[in-house]
Each structure stands twice: as structure tokens, then as C-alpha cells.
């Protein structure tokens, strides 16, 4: 909220949209606060085209692949449609307003509620009073006007999917659900291409494309709970069996050590996948770990701590 709203600051000074910006972390920010960060410095600049590919199976969610473009967004549209309108209030009145701040700025506003009203509705007007030396400013956009306007934009939106698609090396047809999220998925000439390049099958849009991201967090916290249940239930199943058995030997100790790690060693690899890995991979005796290390035999029961 912050830097949107230093955004919205310096672009009403700058009188133009802002999409690069240099912001500064303290050398003491651990990586999920510098990742946090850099989150919302990208959710400020506006909005990005990205495509995840995801397969879901006994409720372990994995990231197949991912592609966008950084630098296609629902500004990109917005920009497009300002600078029509600029031409246009040039040619009706011969008046430039381009280097003027405060009428670029509200011709901005205008343009990005025009965009939203044509994400439901087939015309949008535009009506600023006094935008321009006491000059009223009203005029009209139809959809397909828009559609025109930002044709070049629509024609590489299809590029992430198929990058997507080509790194997992799946084709279109194994795709079972297309899930649309983030307000640029609202534009319905966004929605028609996805439709058409995946034949004619029917978007997911059982989730509220804005609301995605709160889904997500929910989702995310809903699964680590799940999680965290599971090895404390297997926990306790061990913990009761050798209760009742005080005679085991190692063997039993380390059957049930095995059984555990098949419950936790899928749950810690997610996890430490999901924080973006960790410096040196993951720790020995994971997937994708070291080798645990070797040693003679004892006949006691071995503890490893792992950091």
C-alpha cells in the first residue's frame, strides 16, 4: 500500500506512468523479507503477464513450469488508450496536453475506470471536466475500438502460454483447467484468446481473479496445517507403539524411523522448495540432498541433528 501510494505520488508530479523504480533494502533483511520486498515493488509497478503451469495430486501441489512477460500489463492497455485521447483532445481543440502533469494524470484516471466498465459492458465514456485550460473533455470508446487500439499488445499474449507449455513439455490438450488471475484476465479479449488456443474449453472462473492471490495465502495456510497434522499423527502412532514395546531393538527403532521420514520428507522438500530452496540445497538425507553419512555399525539407536 505504501509504495502504490508513493507511485501514485510521483506519477501525479511526473505527469507520466512510472514503471521502473530503484528501492532500497536493509543489509540486515533476511531473504523472505527481501523477497517480500521485492513483491511489492512488483505489485506496485503494475501489473505482469505470467503463466504457471500446476499439477495437483493428493492435494501436493507442484510448479510444472512458469513464463510471462514483465513488461505486459493492464498499464500497458491504459497507456495505449492515454495516448489516444491525447491525440484526440489535440486534434479537436490544437492543444497539447502530453507535458502538462495534472491533465495527464487525470486523463489516466479516466482511462483506467473506461478499461474496468469495458470489462463487462460493450462502450465506456470518458467525461473530465475542466481538463485542460478550462477545457471540458468528453468522449466515448467501444470495445471493439479498444480491441483495435491495443491489437499489437493482444497479438503476444499467447507467447508466455505456449513458453509455459513447451517447458514442462505438456501439450495443450493435457491441460485440464485454465484458472484466470489478477485483474488484466478480466478484458474479455484476453479471456476469447485463452479460450480459442485451448479449443474452445471453458475458463475456470470459479475464483474471483482479484481475490486470487487472498485465495492462495488461504490455501497455502490450509495445506500447512494439513501438513503439520499429518507428522504429528504419525508422531504420536510411534510414540505409542514404542510405549508399549520398551524391549525394542535397534531394527524397530529404525523401521519406524523410516516410516516417519516417509511422511516428513515430502512435507520439508515442499516446503524448503516454497521459500525458494536454501544456500547449499537441502540437507543431507533429503530428496536431493547429501548422502546421510556412513559409518560403522553400532548397536545403539543413531541421532542426527540436522540444522
Do not use: W
Request: proline share 3%; aromatic share 6%; with cysteine.
Amino acid at each position: 500500500m505504501v509504495l502504490t501510494k508513493m507511485k501514485e505520488i510521483a506519477e501525479a508530479y511526473l505527469g507520466k506512468t512510472i514503471t521502473n523504480a530503484v528501492v532500497t533494502m536493509p543489509a540486515y533483511f533476511n531473504d523472505s523479507q527481501c523477497q517480500a520486498t521485492k513483491d511489492a515493488g512488483t505489485i506496485a509497478e503494475g501489473d505482469t503477464f505470467d503463466v504457471s503451469i500446476l499439477t495437483i495430486e493428493d492435494g501436493i501441489f507442484e510448479v510444472k513450469s512458469t513464463a510471462g512477460d514483465s513488461h505486459l500489463g493492464g498499464e500497458d492497455f491504459v497507456n495505449q488508450m492515454v495516448n489516444h485521447f491525447t491525440a484526440e483532445f489535440k486534434c479537436r481543440h490544437k492543444k497539447d496536453i502530453s507535458e502538462n502533469k495534472r491533465a495527464v494524470h487525470h486523463l489516466c484516471t479516466a482511462c483506467e475506470r473506461a478499461k474496468r466498465t469495458l470489462s463487462s459492458s460493450t462502450q465506456a465514456s470518458i467525461e473530465i471536466d475542466s481538463l485542460y485550460e478550462g477545457i471540458n473533455f468528453y468522449t466515448s470508446i467501444t470495445c471493439a475500438q479498444f480491441e483495435e487500439l491495443n491489437a499489437d499488445l493482444f497479438h503476444g499474449t499467447l507467447d508466455p502460454v505456449e513458453k509455459a507449455l513447451q517447458n514442462a513439455k505438456l501439450d495443450k490438450s493435457l491441460i485440464h483447467d485454465s484458472v484466470l488471475v489478477g485483474g488484466f484476465t478480466h478484458i474479455p479479449k484476453i479471456q476469447k484468446l485463452l479460450q480459442d488456443f485451448f479449443n474452445g474449453k471453458e475458463l475456470n472462473k470459479s475464483i474471483n481473479p482479484d481475490e486470487a492471490d487472498a485465495h492462495d495465502e488461504k490455501l497455502q495456510g490450509k495445506i500447512n496445517d494439513e501438513d503439520k497434522q499429518k507428522i504429528l499423527d504419525k508422531c504420536n502412532e510411534i510414540i505409542n507403539d514404542l510405549d508399549k514395546n520398551q524391549t525394542a531393538e535397534k531394527k524397530e527403532f529404525e523401521h519406524h524411523q523410516k516410516e516417519l521420514e516417509k511422511v516428513c520428507n515430502p512435507i520439508i522438500t515442499k516446503l524448503y522448495q516454497s521459500a525458494g530452496g536454501m544456500p547449499g540445497g537441502m540437507p543431507r538425507g533429503f530428496p536431493g540432498g547429501g548422502a546421510p553419512p556412513s559409518g560403522g555399525a553400532s548397536s545403539g539407536i543413531t541421532i542426527e541433528e540436522v540444522d
